[in-house]
């Protein structure tokens, strides 16, 4: 049974800098993908960035490119998401999700796939 537990939300200023940690445990194979979601009160669920875990290609949703990093250290299980030059509308719940067949969950070709393993989720808000 996959287990994702996430890290690392709080209050920050705009323009200031957060990093998300997604502890992930019990996978039984080497190819699965991770993804970043948020939601915000009143707004549906948006893929934030993932991460393949096979080949590390990675993919970001338009809102976020080139403010956020996605990264992975295999030896800690766990993924971060740096997000810098932070916006009143980044705030949301982030959520960490998990699942196999990577290329089904995260490539440019598909984008945000659909995930069967959730985080709880941790909040982040951006207020001045």
């Known amino acids: 049974q996959l287990q994702l537990v996430e890290s690392g939300g709080g209050l920050v200023q705009p323009g200031g800098s957060l990093r998300l940690s997604c502890a992930a445990f019990g996978f039984t194979s080497d190819y699965y993908a991770i993804g970043w979601f948020r939601q915000a009160p009143g707004k549906e669920r948006e893929g934030v960035s993932c991460i393949n875990n096979s080949d590390g290609s990675t993919y970001y949703g338009d809102s976020v490119k080139g403010r956020f990093t996605i990264s992975r250290d295999n030896a800690k299980n766990t993924v971060y998401l740096q997000m810098n030059s932070l916006k009143p509308e980044d705030t949301a719940v982030y959520y960490c999700?998990?699942?196999?067949?990577?290329?089904?969950?995260?490539?440019?070709?598909?984008?945000?796939?659909?995930?069967?393993?959730w985080g709880q989720g941790t909040q982040v808000t951006v207020s001045s």
């Open positions: 999700a998990a699942d196999y067949l990577p290329l089904l969950r995260c490539s440019s070709g598909i984008g945000f796939g659909k995930y069967d393993y």
